[in-house]
């Protein structure tokens, strides 16, 4: 499977088209001169810890937190809040979630209050929150695509840690040789992400936009490959769907019957928690390629902080976000109050000097390796409705599962259903 690469310097064109940036004009606006009260909403562990360190340096600019539950949900009261004229001045927002956010007139354009952050981070991490040349966020953590496997056991067995998605096939293979009891990997179709950022990996773009002009990839060439490959795995009973981190799956994962969960850099904290006894079992390598040689991989999940339209003091909004997440000092607390793993740059190279994870203590390399992983992530555009094609996705997946049919009917039907949901809502698709 090819892999085509998005060429950097065509990057500016994968922005949101102008009906989606319309009246969405810079911030001009500044404090009245006296103390300032923002209010800021986030799901992220510790945040309170990192507001506090900046209220302690900045008394003339105080940051009053709310714990608004997670992406999702915060996402759906932000809105909600901003229709009625009182969303918080700042808010942290999921890359995915974002683009829906800006057609509903969320986010402010902050291009001008954060023209001196870009250099904080790399090209395809600042593009998660550019769309047609403007700025409407911060990015705060970053999810690099990597793969998360039981060292102990694949080295018990003698098979060889897969770099390619077809040595992942061979591994999984030959781990239910070893034990009819085991899988390599769980890949359910409430996935949206792996599956998205697998055929992104393989060259598809799920959504792209030139002269306000969408395209959806969703069934293209590239998509519908990796369709019939993943089909194939579990055809062959090489791999399962189980759904991911429900009782079920983490017994499972505890007791050496699930050997690996090809995600993302923040899943040892998630595997940590949920299988427990298999601490220092664990090891991170990049995620396998549809070519020998490759290395670069997609995003898989990471959340930006936005400034709101509502806010009444941008400036000191932005100033706070900056500092949040492109100051040095804001990216090491991510890294070491969050524990996420930082979009910034200084925060990935501070992560390298860090301690492992606790879920492998013995894999020394683990932040170094990270950050070679980030360094080479591909730019991805999101569309408007991701919400729309993440829930049909699942439903139209998981019903081709239970009926044996063809995954790659399922991809062209999801499509379907997005770009009719974009014509809808007055977007122009090349592919309608």
Same mark, same amino acid.
């Given at each position: 499977?090819?892999?085509?690469?998005?060429?950097?310097?065509?990057?500016?064109?994968?922005?949101?088209?102008?009906?989606?940036?319309?009246?969405?004009?810079?911030?001009?606006?500044?404090?009245?001169?006296?103390?300032?009260?923002?209010?800021?909403?986030? @799901?992220?562990?510790?945040?309170?810890?990192?507001?506090?360190?900046?209220?302690?340096?900045?008394?003339?600019?105080?940051?009053?937190? +709310?714990?608004?539950?997670?992406?999702?949900?915060?996402?759906?009261?932000?809105? +909600?809040?901003?229709?009625?004229?009182?969303?918080?001045?700042?808010?942290?927002?999921?890359?995915?979630?974002?683009?829906?956010?800006?057609?509903?007139?969320?986010?402010?354009?902050?291009?001008?209050?954060?023209?001196?952050?870009?250099?904080?981070?790399?090209?395809?991490?600042?593009?998660?929150?550019?769309?047609?040349?403007?700025? &409407?966020?911060?990015?705060?953590?970053?999810?690099?695509?990597?793969?998360?496997?039981?060292?102990?056991?694949?080295?018990? @067995?003698?098979?060889?840690?897969?770099?390619?998605?077809?040595? &992942?096939?061979?591994?999984?293979?030959?781990?239910?040789? $070893?034990?009819?009891?085991?899988?390599? $990997?769980?890949?359910?179709?409430?996935?949206?992400?792996? %599956? *998205?950022?697998?055929?992104?990996?393989?060259?598809?773009?799920? @959504?792209?936009?030139?002269?306000? +002009?969408?395209?959806?990839?969703?069934?293209?060439?590239?998509?519908?490959?990796?369709?019939?490959?993943?089909?194939?795995?579990?055809?062959?009973?090489?791999?399962?769907?189980?759904?991911?981190?429900?009782?079920?799956?983490?017994?499972?994962?505890?007791?050496?019957?699930?050997?690996?969960?090809?995600?993302?850099?923040?899943?040892?904290?998630?595997?940590?928690?949920?299988?427990?006894?298999?601490?220092?079992?664990?090891?991170?390598?990049?995620?396998?390629? @549809?070519?020998?040689?490759?290395?670069?991989?997609?995003?898989?999940?990471?959340?930006?902080?936005?400034?709101?339209?509502?806010?009444?003091?941008?400036?000191? *909004?932005?100033?706070?976000?900056?500092?949040?997440?492109?100051?040095?000092?804001?990216?090491?607390?991510?890294?070491?109050?969050?524990?996420?793993?930082?979009? *910034?740059?200084?925060?990935?190279?501070?992560? +390298?000097?860090?301690?492992?994870?606790?879920?492998?203590?013995?894999?020394?390399?683990? %932040?170094?390796?990270?950050?070679?992983?980030?360094?080479?992530?591909?730019?991805?555009?999101?569309?408007?409705?991701?919400?729309?094609?993440?829930?049909? &996705?699942?439903?139209?997946?998981?019903? $081709?599962?239970?009926?044996?049919?063809?995954?790659?009917?399922? &991809?062209?039907?999801?499509?379907?259903?997005?770009?009719?949901?974009?014509?809808?809502?007055?977007?122009?698709?090349?592919?309608?």
């Amino acid at each position: 499977m090819k892999k085509r690469r998005i060429p950097l310097a065509g990057v500016a064109a994968l922005g949101v088209s102008t009906l989606l940036l319309s009246g969405c004009s810079g911030a001009t606006g500044s404090s009245d001169g006296g103390d300032v009260t923002l209010d800021f909403w986030s @799901w992220a562990p510790n945040t309170q810890e990192l507001v506090d360190v900046w209220n302690d340096e900045n008394p003339d600019i105080q940051v009053k937190y +709310t714990d608004a539950g997670g992406g999702k949900d915060s996402s759906a009261k932000l809105l +909600t809040a901003s229709r009625a004229g009182n969303a918080p001045d700042l808010a942290a927002v999921e890359y995915t979630t974002l683009p829906s956010l800006i057609v509903a007139d969320v986010p402010l354009d902050i291009t001008e209050l954060v023209t001196d952050a870009k250099d904080a981070y790399t090209e395809g991490t600042w593009e998660q929150v550019t769309f047609d040349g403007h700025i &409407f966020g911060m990015p705060q953590d970053v999810g690099p695509m990597s793969f998360l496997y039981r060292s102990d056991k694949l080295a018990e @067995w003698g098979i060889p840690v897969p770099t390619t998605w077809q040595e &992942f096939a061979d591994a999984a293979k030959a781990v239910r040789a $070893a034990d009819p009891n085991a899988y390599l $990997a769980s890949l359910p179709a409430g996935e949206f992400g792996f %599956y *998205a950022g697998a055929a992104t990996q393989a060259g598809s773009k799920w @959504w792209s936009i030139e002269d306000d +002009t969408w395209t959806v990839g969703i069934a293209d060439e590239e998509s519908l490959a990796v369709a019939d490959f993943f089909e194939k795995l579990v055809a062959e009973d090489l791999v399962n769907t189980d759904p991911l981190l429900t009782p079920e799956w983490n017994a499972k994962a505890n007791s050496g019957q699930v050997l690996s969960w090809p995600s993302a850099l923040w899943s040892p904290g998630v595997i940590e928690g949920v299988a427990p006894d298999t601490i220092g079992k664990w090891s991170m390598a990049p995620l396998p390629q @549809w070519e020998a040689g490759e290395k670069a991989v997609a995003y898989q999940g990471g959340s930006s902080v936005i400034v709101t339209k509502n806010s009444d003091h941008p400036e000191e *909004a932005a100033k706070f976000a900056t500092w949040l997440n492109a100051s040095e000092e804001g990216a090491n607390l991510v890294l070491t109050v969050q524990n996420g793993y930082p979009a *910034a740059i200084s925060g990935q190279e501070d992560a +390298t000097s860090s301690e492992p994870p606790a879920l492998m203590p013995q894999q020394a390399d683990y %932040y170094t390796l990270a950050a070679e992983i980030s360094s080479d992530t591909i730019p991805v555009t999101w569309g408007p409705n991701v919400n729309v094609a993440e829930s049909t &996705f699942t439903d139209l997946l998981n019903k $081709a599962i239970a009926d044996g049919t063809p995954w790659r009917d399922a &991809f062209i039907a999801v499509q379907d259903v997005v770009v009719k949901d974009m014509v809808k809502a007055g977007f122009t698709v090349s592919n309608k």
